[in-house]
């Protein structure tokens, strides 16, 4: 098995792709803020001081639980957009977070988190020991980048929906 080298820079065109991904992704995170202060029911400024980002798969179950509580019913499935978007974030993670490698002339990252799983009754071994390689190229980068802009969308719609029952709600009690 040869060793992997460090990657001292990435090609215009990947660097370019994984500032995009980094991009769409804070826009995402901008979204999903949104959404649970308009679910919580504050204006923009205070949700931002008063409320705490959630951890991605805790943050939909919250803004449901707020929704209920107002009896707003939304069309988003949002146990689908949970795991879409813990997707997302796994990927936009490891392409950002992790050390770029060629391995046997091929760009990608090391992956160190999770484990392997050698076999029925071997123990499990760290890959922060043994990283695994995982190749990144730039279509790797753009379906990442679309499966984002699909979370964005569907977060927008969400926070359509809130917002249109919020107002006829607001409407209806004057």
């Not at 803004?63 to 974030?89: C, E, F, M, W």
């Not at 890959?127 to 695994?132: E, F, L, S, Y």
Request: proline share 4%; hydrophobic share 40%.
């Amino acid at each position: 098995m040869t060793k992997a080298k460090t990657a001292r820079g990435l090609p215009d065109k990947i660097a370019s792709a994984v500032g995009r991904v980094t991009h769409r992704w804070a826009l995402q995170e901008h979204w999903l803020k949104m959404i649970l202060i308009h679910a919580s029911g504050l204006d923009p400024k205070r949700g931002r001081i008063a409320l705490r980002e959630p951890r991605i798969d805790e943050h939909l179950t919250i803004v449901g639980d707020l929704l209920a509580l107002q009896s707003i019913r939304v069309t988003v499935d949002l146990k689908a957009l949970t795991k879409k978007l813990a997707s997302a974030k796994e990927r936009r993670n490891l392409i950002t977070h992790s050390v770029w490698v060629r391995h046997d002339g091929v760009l990608g990252v090391q992956e160190t988190r999770g484990t392997w799983e050698l076999g029925p009754g071997k123990p499990r071994a760290s890959k922060k020991m043994w990283p695994a390689f995982q190749p990144v190229d730039r279509n790797y980068l753009v379906k990442l980048r679309k499966d984002i802009d699909e979370t964005i969308r569907l977060s927008f719609g969400l926070m359509k929906e809130i917002c249109d029952a919020q107002a006829a709600m607001r409407k209806k009690s004057r």
